[in-house]
């Protein structure tokens, strides 16, 4: 197993657990699928939360928690020739304010470059502290499998918690939940 990935995938897992209050959820979908002949469902292979074939705890949560909304819509799992295909995806990405940007800001603020100028006195200088936070996004995509075509797409984002990386299942459940929420289908039948 790569480490380098098994950290990723950790760090994904850390990213969709702490999705909270301030989690942004959003959804799409292809106009022309015919969501009304949809039954059934499987899992892609592989899913984009497992390392090198490995399924892991994280990957083992996210089936759990998509195969609980599916279900609950009137879908049944099956292993072989579903309708749907379920995948995961992820990214991590840093933000806040380094002190380089503080410095551009500082510059820009003013609208011209105190520099070419004029030094400011070192006691004039400041430095924008933003936060620092790391913001997950998740993205869960239903696709026709007949067509492999993705017919729905629902993300969330949100950041990332420390408390999160202990115990990220129950984070798995909320921000799968909250994801399904904007997806209005029912199976037929």
């Known amino acids: 197993m790569n480490p380098l990935r098994t950290l990723a ?30 039954k059934t469902f499987g899992y892609a292979a592989p899913l984009g939360t497992e390392v090198d074939g490995y399924s892991d705890e994280i990957t083992q949560s996210f089936k759990a928690a998509t195969r609980r909304e599916l279900e609950a819509r009137g879908y049944r799992f099956v292993d072989a020739d579903p309708d749907l ?30 520099a070419a100028v004029y030094k400011a006195w070192p006691s004039y200088m400041y430095e924008r502290n933003g936060e620092k936070y790391t913001q997950g996004t998740l993205n869960v995509d239903l696709v026709d499998a007949k067509r492999k075509q993705l017919v729905w797409e629902g993300v ?28 209005t289908y029912r199976a037929s039948g």
């Open 9 to 38: 995938v950790i760090l994904f897992a850390v990213a969709v657990a702490s999705c909270g209050k301030q989690t942004e959820i959003q959804s799409d979908f292809d106009h022309s699928a015919d969501f009304a002949s949809y």
């Open 85 to 114: 295909l379920v995948n995961f995806g992820a990214l991590l990405e840093k933000k806040g304010q380094s002190p380089a940007a503080a410095d551009t800001h500082h510059v820009a603020y003013y609208g011209y470059r105190r």
């Open 156 to 183: 969330a984002i949100g950041r990332v918690k420390d408390e999160s990386l202990s115990n990220p299942g129950p984070g798995i459940d909320k921000v799968v939940r909250e994801i399904f929420a904007k997806y």
